[in-house]
């Protein structure tokens, strides 16, 4: 088993930075792929980042690809994401998710377990 809660969202500017961060608890955490996920009204969640549970291998969705950032602390079961140069097209909640595949992937069912996210709103 493992537990995910999100926590960092907001509201920000159009070219702000937000920084979320996803505690873990249960399973290994450094056996866990972990990934992040978001989802806009009306829209299908989908895949923003990935993270091998080694940090070694990192996926990024080609629409935030040079802005956003992965990274995990295996001491604190935290997973982060970094976003920078927010752009109104990221508002969503976004979700953490914990997976066992061998390569962090990008599809929802790579993934077994979920928070239960967190708001991001950019906006002016």
């Known amino acids: 088993q493992v537990q995910l809660v999100e926590s960092g969202g907001g509201l920000v500017q159009p070219g702000g930075s937000l920084r979320l961060s996803c505690a873990a608890s249960g399973r290994t955490f450094n056996s866990n792929n972990m990934g992040w996920f978001r989802q806009a009204p009306g829209k299908e969640r989908e895949f923003v980042a990935a993270i091998r549970g080694s940090g070694d291998i990192i996926n990024y969705a080609d629409s935030v690809k040079g802005r956003f950032t992965i990274s995990r602390d295996n001491a604190k079961n935290t997973v982060y994401l970094q976003m920078n140069s927010l752009k109104p097209e990221d508002t969503a909640v976004y979700y953490c998710?914990?997976?066992?595949?061998?390569?962090?992937?990008?599809?929802?069912?790579?993934?077994?377990?979920w928070g239960q996210g967190t708001q991001v709103t950019v906006s002016s």
């Open positions: 998710a914990a997976g066992y595949s061998s390569r962090p992937g990008r599809q929802l069912n790579e993934y077994i377990y």
